[in-house]
Nanobody, 116 residues
Framework: QVQLVESGGGLVQAGGSLRLSCAAS????????MGWYRQAPGKQRELVAT???????NYADSVKGRFTVSRDNAKNTMRLQMNSLKPEDTAVYYC??????????WGQGTQVTVSS
């Protein structure tokens, strides 16, 4: 099992920045890919950014150039630096860890609210 705990959400004005963190514990050696997802009210959960075990990253088009995902395997953490935030970025952000053998783990989520 892998436990994931997010932190760093909050309320920010449009154009501002926030940094989310995800701390992983448990069977961390089973983790392959880590990523951030978000879910806005009335919408499906969507992928925001992914960081693969080798460090390669992938972003949703809507956040490219504004968000940066990073992973520190030594500290078992993943971060999401969010700049130039927009009201449409408002959502609950979830940390995800995908294992090598098909397992999938989620954090409890952290609320990000961007006011206009």
């Amino acid at each position: 099992q892998v436990q994931l705990v997010e932190s760093g959400g909050g309320l920010v004005q449009a154009g501002g920045s926030l940094r989310l963190s995800c701390a992983a514990s448990g069977n961390i050696f089973s983790i392959n890919t880590m990523g951030w997802y978000r879910q806005a009210p009335g919408k499906q959960r969507e992928l925001v950014a992914t960081v693969f075990n080798g460090g390669r990253t992938n972003y949703a088009d809507s956040v490219k150039g504004r968000f940066t995902v990073s992973r520190d395997n030594a500290k078992n953490t993943m971060r999401l630096q969010m700049n130039s935030l927009k009201p449409e970025d408002t959502a609950v952000y979830y940390c995800n860890a995908a294992g090598f053998y098909g397992s999938n783990f989620w954090g409890q989520g952290t609320q990000v609210t961007v006011s206009s």
